[in-house]
């Protein structure tokens, strides 16, 4: 059904607009904890209109966007963590620190950037979708720096997404140029069509991964933006880290599978290559960090180079493996900064040194914490073990063999960090008493769910595995 008639099918959407309008009315009238329980109710109602739309393909705006089981699942996962990145983010507030009311209006607006990039199947329509969600992210970053280095850090910060821009908007250019289209389905076809190894296409596709390279937080974006984790608050950086990154990861997917899966030129290889720089960069750069919230920010690095592995094989089961492990990264992302913020509260540190004796005073954080960084990690039973797994089985079966034994090697190397960080939360001394802090019913039940999700889901995979290949058929045909 194309037509513009079919409008309704941007219910959440539509939703989420609405909502993010009404936070930004009432943040001139009250305070950020009513203008997060209306941003909630936003998020509720855009699922539910989602819920209406599942098991079948929406074709929007001629064309523009599709509304399929790929986009459908990354919308969900993205509803998901903006949920709990709400609920989590009340508890990163210091004492006499007063947050912009209008905070969550932009997240809300972030995440309607997200979830049109996610069913964008247009070039401008995609493009659009991801400028909204880069755009409230600087927002975001801007409205809640902390310290005196956040405004530089924030600089750096808009410098590499302005860049990221840029190689996008050259590489749409140059790909509409080579095929005549705009629509990324046809524009695969006559890629298809074409002459073999063209050195324009190999062109066009080093310019688009360089851009979703930098929205990834992939090197050298983590030096552009050195002391971003330190000058921006938590809660933000949670939101970054699984709604920014898995929707970057997830809309380049689409992109690759669609436009560059049929072609002739060695794209696996540039990918893979890639992918084991990444991965190995980001664990090397974590060992060597003294606070968690920059060996998680640095272990980004290594997720996005695991996660780039699965496109070495997007005509097999490369797609099923990206979103499965796209939703354990999302839930491990929410629940290990959670962890932190919680305890943050107790020891108004997150250096690593200082999570001595967490078991001891706060046992509950200890294991969910424990619960993220062994998903991180990719050690079984957790989510991240699976997710893993699956993506080192794509590229054997895609050919990649020695990337596998590179990922393998890479999980190695990861666990070595993450299994440090948890020796001292369970088996070193504390450093100093701590009182344990009051934890508000938001924060608790965003780590709960967290936790429980990234156990259940590595447990029961059967479902999980079964809404990837749903997402996955309907992306590839």
């Known amino acids: 059904m194309r037509t513009f008639g079919n409008l309704l099918a941007f219910s959440p959407e539509l939703w989420l607009l609405g909502g993010a309008i009404v936070v930004f009315v009432l943040a001139r009238f009250t305070s950020g904890a009513a203008t997060t329980s209306v941003a909630l109710i936003t998020i509720v109602l855009a699922f539910f209109a989602l819920a209406t739309q599942f098991k079948q393909t929406l074709t929007i705006l001629d064309g523009a966007f ?48 997200a979830m049109l990039a996610a069913s964008a199947a247009e070039m401008v329509a995609l493009f659009v979708g991801l400028e909204l969600l880069a755009v409230n992210l600087y927002i975001l970053a801007g409205l809640a720096r902390r310290g005196p280095g956040a405004s530089i850090a924030g600089f750096g910060y808009l410098t590499a997404g302005a860049a990221s821009s840029g190689l996008l908007l050259y590489g749409l250019a140059l790909l509409f140029g080579l095929t005549g289209e705009t629509r990324l389905s046809v524009a695969g076809q006559v890629l298809a069509a074409g002459a073999p190894n063209q050195a324009a296409v190999m062109l066009t596709l080093s310019l688009l991964l360089g851009g979703f390279a930098l929205r990834m937080g992939l090197l050298p974006a983590r030096w552009w933006t050195r002391g971003f984790e330190v000058g921006v608050p938590l809660r933000v950086i949670m939101f970054i880290e699984s709604v920014g990154v898995v929707t970057a990861v997830a809309v380049f997917g689409r992109l690759a599978a669609t436009t560059f899966s049929g072609t002739h030129i060695a794209y696996p290889a540039v990918i893979a290559g890639v992918a084991a720089v990444a991965m190995t960069a980001g664990n090397l750069l974590a060992l060597t960090q003294t606070s968690v919230r920059r060996l998680v920010a640095y272990s980004t690095i290594a997720q996005a180079g695991f996660a780039l592995a699965a496109f070495t094989n997007l005509k097999g089961n490369g797609i099923t493996a990206l979103l499965v492990f796209l939703v354990a990264l999302a839930l491990t992302s929410v629940g290990v900064f959670s962890a932190v913020i919680a305890y943050a509260r107790s020891v108004h540190s997150d250096a690593i040194r200082d999570l001595a004796g967490m078991s001891r005073y706060s046992p509950r954080l200890a294991i969910a914490l424990a619960v993220a960084l062994l998903s991180l990690a990719g050690l079984p039973p957790v989510a991240g073990f699976f997710g893993k797994l699956l993506v080192l089985q794509a590229t054997v079966s895609g050919g990649y063999t020695w990337l596998a034994v590179v990922g393998a090697v890479n999980i190695v190397l990861g666990a070595l960090g993450y299994l440090r960080v948890v020796r001292i939360i369970f088996v070193d001394p504390p450093v100093f008493e701590v009182t344990p802090a009051r934890l508000g019913r938001g924060i608790q039940t965003a780590l709960g769910l967290a936790t429980a999700g990234t156990v259940f889901m590595g447990l029961l995979l059967g479902p999980l595995y079964a809404a990837a290949t749903y997402g996955r058929n309907a992306l590839i045909h």
Do not use: H, R
Request: glycine share 10%.
């Open 66 to 113: 599709v509304l399929d089981g790929y986009a459908i699942v990354v919308d969900v996962v993205v509803l998901a963590a903006t949920a709990l990145v709400l609920l989590a983010g009340s508890a990163d507030i210091l004492p006499g620190e007063t947050p912009s009311p209008a905070l969550p209006g932009f997240v809300v607006l972030a995440t309607l950037g």
